[in-house]
Nanobody
Framework: QLQASGGGLVQPGGSLRLSCSAS????????MGWFRQAPGKEREGVSCMTSGGVVLYYGDAVKGRFTAFRDNAKNTVYLEMNSLKPEDTAVYYCAADVEPNDRCIGTLMLYWGPGTQVTVSS
C-alpha cells in the first residue's frame, strides 16, 4: 500500500515536502507519479518519474517550483513544493506503475494510496 504524507496548511509563498512510502513492496521497481485533485476539478498529473529517478514530466503549473525525487534506499518518493500558491490547494496522491508514464496520465497508474491535503492560504 502507498501512503502520502506531509500535507498541511501553509501560507502563500511557503514550502512543503510531501513523502510517499510503501508497505508490503519496494518502490525501486516502479515508476512513480504525483497527482492532485482540487475541489470541483479533475485530477491532474503533477510529476512523474522512472524507477531510476529520472523525472519525465512536470505539469506546467508547477514547473520551476516543484521538484520530485526518490530515495530508493528509504523506499520513499518525495515532492518538494516551493513558492506555493493558493491554486496549489488540493489533495495530493502518489501512484505507482511498472511502466514509465511520460505524460503523467493518472489512468495509466496501477497503484494508488490515500491522498494528503495541501492547503495554501493566508
Amino acid at each position: 500500500q502507498l501512503q502520502a504524507s506531509g500535507g498541511g496548511l501553509v501560507q502563500p509563498g511557503g514550502s512543503l515536502r510531501l513523502s510517499c512510502s510503501a508497505s508490503g513492496f519496494t518502490l525501486d521497481r516502479y515508476a512513480m507519479g504525483w497527482f492532485r485533485q482540487a475541489p470541483g476539478k479533475e485530477r491532474e498529473g503533477v510529476s512523474c518519474m522512472t524507477s531510476g529517478g529520472v523525472v519525465l514530466y512536470y505539469g506546467d503549473a508547477v514547473k520551476g517550483r516543484f521538484t520530485a525525487f526518490r530515495d530508493n534506499a528509504k523506499n520513499t518518493v518525495y515532492l518538494e513544493m516551493n513558492s506555493l500558491k493558493p491554486e496549489d490547494t488540493a489533495v495530493y496522491y502518489c501512484a505507482a506503475d511498472v511502466e514509465p508514464n511520460d505524460r503523467c496520465i493518472g489512468t495509466l497508474m496501477l497503484y494508488w494510496g490515500p491522498g494528503t491535503q495541501v492547503t495554501v492560504s493566508s
